[in-house]
């Protein structure tokens, strides 16, 4: 299964989310769920890289292990655009957990 943990600051503000294990919805390099985990999980990292020139820390390592972590001295428009980057990418996470709630889990 995949474990998606969010963490959020006492502003209700993302600070960091880890994603680990695999879904073993299907075999290796089949799996939609692993894929769609992935594609939203890479794709917000790269765009806060891309559209605000920040770089979160990163920690990658075995089982689809992810770890990002925000810095914490940002401007405030900065900080939004991030927010909001994390925002969507939570709420593309939850839509794979809703349909495939056998295979991920999101805690908060």
């Known amino acids: 299964m995949v474990k998606v ?20 919805f299907a075999k290796k390099g089949s799996d939609i769920v692993c894929a769609g985990v992935s594609a939203v999980s890479f794709g917000a990292v790269n765009a806060i890289i891309s559209l ?35 925002e969507g990418m939570l709420v593309s996470l939850e839509t794979i957990e ?7 889990t999101i805690s908060k």
Do not use: M, V, W
């Open 52 to 86: 605000t020139g920040i770089t979160p820390a990163i920690e990658q390592g075995a089982d689809g292990f992810l770890h990002c972590l925000i810095p914490t001295d940002l401007d405030e428009s900065t900080k939004e655009k991030i927010q909001l980057l994390l």
């Open 5 to 24: 943990k969010i963490r959020r600051n006492e502003h209700n503000e993302i600070e960091s989310f880890t994603i680990s294990g695999h879904a073993n």
């Open 98 to 104: 809703r349909d495939y709630e056998k295979y991920i």
